[in-house]
């Protein structure tokens, strides 16, 4: 099929104007939009198996279908709950590291003349409280967008709750980057503390790109 | 009968297709149709995202599974799915039957005040 008549395809143009306006996560998105352009081929299949020509076929399967307002709505409201549910899981999953990191930097170099300042057991202190704060929030929304789903309704700005707690977190990962990379310069035992600081590090970056595409999906509308 | 009437029944109806076993989404729209003998005007399209809300919720499992060339995704009811269904047929028949009892004229006997 050349480039032109692929353009002219209302199937195609369909699916193309869906891609476009839909954001989640990839592979979620991906398989929403194959499981439709799926469903649209086997509709225009079962109307040229009565006759109908292919462009006419094509015309009928996406008005069957329903127009893209009718549509985008319950997708984007999807795509948006599986956005916050990846970005929740990665809180979940990264804050305890962040802890952990606190923890390592806090008992490295214990017998040494060298300890981390005041300043910094502070900074840690509440850095930590906020990764454990953020991964309570984080599974509760697991639960809520998961099977309690089933009885309780998602309240409608969970999505951007997730976004904002996602991006806090980040941001305490991004300071106990830092944090640690500057202890690992004065620590003596220098190696634990500059793994710590990249696993922080790795960890922010995870989350802020997770928070990011949740910040957008939750402005968007959905139903 | 209108899409919007039958919004409010999406998941009861799209439980009730899967019962007797794992369809595609193709297939699933096809059995409604067919079960309603087309009296449902569905918009095909919005299906898909109700499925996978379903499948989130626990109420019905998917795979990929081949047909001919082509892979499809095939969904089947899981053990909540089959409660979750009886509940809704439960919660219509009441449903219908209080709908009913307004709109029929005529009141059972010993009901009038």
């Known amino acids: ?223 | 009968m209108r899409a919007d009437m039958v919004r409010g029944h999406l998941d009861g109806l799209l439980l009730a297709v899967l019962e007797p076993g794992p369809l595609h989404g193709y297939a699933i729209i096809a059995a409604v149709q067919h079960r309603s003998r087309g009296a449902l005007e569905l918009r095909t399209g919005t299906i898909y995202p109700a499925l996978n809300r379903l499948e989130r919720l626990g109420l019905l499992s998917s795979s990929w599974q081949s047909s001919g060339e082509r892979r499809r995704r095939c969904y089947e009811l899981t053990d909540a799915g089959r409660h979750t269904l009886a509940g809704e047929r439960t919660a219509w028949s009441e449903f219908t039957t209080a709908i009913g009892s307004v709109l029929n004229p005529a009141a059972p006997p010993g009901f009038a005040t």
Request: proline letters at 5%.
């Open chain 1, 1 to 223: 099929m050349s480039a032109t008549s692929r353009q002219a395809d209302p199937v195609e143009d369909y699916i193309a104007a869906l891609t476009a306006t839909l954001h989640g996560p990839a592979r979620i998105k991906a398989r929403l939009i194959e499981e439709i352009r799926d469903g649209l081929a086997d509709t225009v299949t079962a109307h040229t198996r009565e006759g109908m020509a292919y462009q006419r076929a094509a015309h009928q399967a996406v008005e069957e279908f329903g127009t893209l307002d009718e549509l985008v709505p319950s997708c984007q409201r999807e795509l948006t709950i599986a956005q916050a549910r990846h970005t929740a899981r990665a809180v979940a999953l990264t804050a305890p590291f962040l802890v952990a990191c606190w923890y390592l930097a806090w008992t490295t170099d214990h017998d040494q003349p060298w300890q981390l300042p005041r300043t910094a057991q502070l900074l840690a202190v509440h850095l930590a409280g906020v990764a454990c704060v953020a991964a309570l929030l984080a599974a509760a929304t697991l639960a809520a967008t998961g099977t309690l789903a089933r009885w309780l309704p998602i309240p409608h700005q969970l999505p951007l709750a997730v976004a904002w707690t996602g991006t806090t977190a980040s941001v305490a990962m991004a300071v106990a980057t830092l944090a640690l990379a500057t202890a690992s310069v004065l620590a003596t035992n220098w190696p634990l503390l500059a793994f710590a600081g990249a696993l922080a590090a790795a960890s922010h970056a995870v989350v802020a790109a997770s928070a990011r595409a949740c910040r957008r999906c939750a402005r968007l509308p959905a139903t």
